[in-house]
C-alpha cells in the first residue's frame, strides 16, 4: 500500500498518510510531518510544507515517544538520523504558535468573540459562531452557562480547551482572555483541527469533535 492516498471528502480532498508507529492510514489532519534535515536531524513540519519526504506520526505525545524509543525515524528515513531530546516539546510549540497566529488574524479580520456575553450573544444569534474557545484554566460556571445556552437551542458547536488563559491572551493581545468563539470559516476550520492534534501532546484532552453542547 502507498504511504499517501486522496480521497474526495464532500468538496475537498483529503489526504492520507501512513503512521510509521501504529501502520496505520489516516488522514494527514491527525498526523504531524517529519522530515530529516540535510544533515541527518529530525525537524517537526506542523504545517506540512518543508521539502523532502514526510515521515508521518500520529498527532498524540504517546505516538512520538514511542517512533523516538523505537528508533523508528531512522527505520522510515533508511538512514542514521539524530533526534533532539525536545522534538516533542517542540512539536507542542509548534501547534501552539500556529493557533495563536490563526487566533490573531481572527481578531483583526473581525472573526473572533471575545469574553462571556459576547459569546453569550452570539450564541443566541441568528448566527450563531462554529466553534467556542475555552480557556483550560477558566472556571467551570461560565463555560457550564455557555454550554447550556447552546444546548437550549439544539446547537451543535466544536468545543476547544487545550489552552490556557495565558496563551489566548499572548495570542490576541488582551489579558485575562476566557471565553471566545468564531466564526464558521477557513480559520475556524484549520484552528479545530490544530487543537485537536496540540490536545494530544496535553493532559487536558479537547472535548469530541463538533461536541453536543
Not at 523532502?52 to 522510515?76: H, M, P, S
Not at 490576541?172 to 484552528?191: D, F, M, P, T
Amino acid at each position: 500500500m502507498t504511504l499517501a492516498m486522496a480521497v474526495e471528502n464532500e468538496d475537498e480532498t483529503v489526504r492520507e498518510r501512513r503512521c510509521i508507529v501504529s501502520g496505520e492510514v489516516l488522514p494527514d489532519r491527525a498526523l504531524i510531518r517529519f522530515v530529516v534535515s540535510p544533515d541527518g536531524q529530525v525537524t517537526p513540519d506542523v504545517a506540512a510544507k518543508l521539502p523532502g519526504r514526510g515521515i508521518w506520526v500520529g498527532a498524540t505525545q504517546e505516538a512520538l515517544a514511542t517512533a523516538i524509543r523505537k528508533n523508528l525515524f531512522a527505520k522510515a528515513a533508511k538512514r542514521n538520523v539524530e533526534v533532539a531530546q525536545d522534538l516533542v516539546r517542540r512539536v507542542e510549540a509548534q501547534l501552539l504558535g500556529r493557533i495563536q497566529s490563526d487566533l490573531g488574524m481572527a481578531r483583526r479580520s473581525g472573526q473572533l468573540l471575545l469574553g462571556f456575553d459576547v459569546v453569550l450573544r452570539a450564541l443566541q444569534s441568528e448566527a450563531p459562531p462554529a466553534l467556542l474557545i475555552e480557556a483550560a484554566d477558566g472556571a467551570a460556571d461560565g463555560k457550564r452557562k455557555l454550554f447550556g445556552a447552546a444546548h437550549a437551542r439544539g446547537l451543535k458547536i466544536q468545543t476547544v480547551e487545550c489552552l490556557t488563559s495565558a496563551e489566548l491572551s499572548v495570542a490576541v493581545g488582551r489579558e485575562n482572555v476566557i471565553h471566545a468563539a468564531l466564526k464558521s470559516g477557513r480559520l475556524q476550520e484549520r484552528l479545530s483541527l490544530d487543537a485537536e492534534r496540540l490536545s494530544g501532546f496535553r493532559s487536558v484532552a479537547m472535548p469530541p469533535h463538533e461536541r453536543d453542547v
